[in-house]
Nanobody, 116 residues
Framework: QVHLVESGGGLVQPGGSLRLSCAASGTRFSSVTMGWYRQSLGKQREWVAYITAGGVTNYRSSVKGRFTVSRDNAKNTLYLQMNSLKSEDTAIYYC??????????WGQGTQVTVSS
């Protein structure tokens, strides 16, 4: 069963940057597409970005050009560099195998708050 630990969240002013990390275990990390998700208060969890085993990336339109997903297969770690942050980016951020369902194992997430 996959085990995920997200970190790197915090409070940042609009226009600021944060880098999130996700340490994964219990899966063949280098062989799977990994994704970042987020859940805002009162909303459903949504995908933010994903990166394939081969390094191909894709982003939801609202973060394209501001966020960058990357991975270090040697460290079984996924990253999300977030620049030009906006208040609407405020959410709890999670990582998981891309396509994971709500019933599958998820980490605790990391809180990102964008506020002046």
């Amino acid at each position: 069963q996959v085990h995920l630990v997200e970190s790197g969240g915090g409070l940042v002013q609009p226009g600021g940057s944060l880098r999130l990390s996700c340490a994964a275990s219990g899966t063949r990390f280098s062989s799977v597409t990994m994704g970042w998700y987020r859940q805002s208060l009162g909303k459903q969890r949504e995908w933010v970005a994903y990166i394939t085993a081969g390094g191909v990336t894709n982003y939801r339109s609202s973060v394209k050009g501001r966020f960058t997903v990357s991975r270090d297969n040697a460290k079984n770690t996924l990253y999300l560099q977030m620049n030009s942050l906006k208040s609407e980016d405020t959410a709890i951020y999670y990582c998981n195998i891309f396509g994971a369902t709500p019933d599958e194992n998820w980490g605790q997430g990391t809180q990102v708050t964008v506020s002046s």
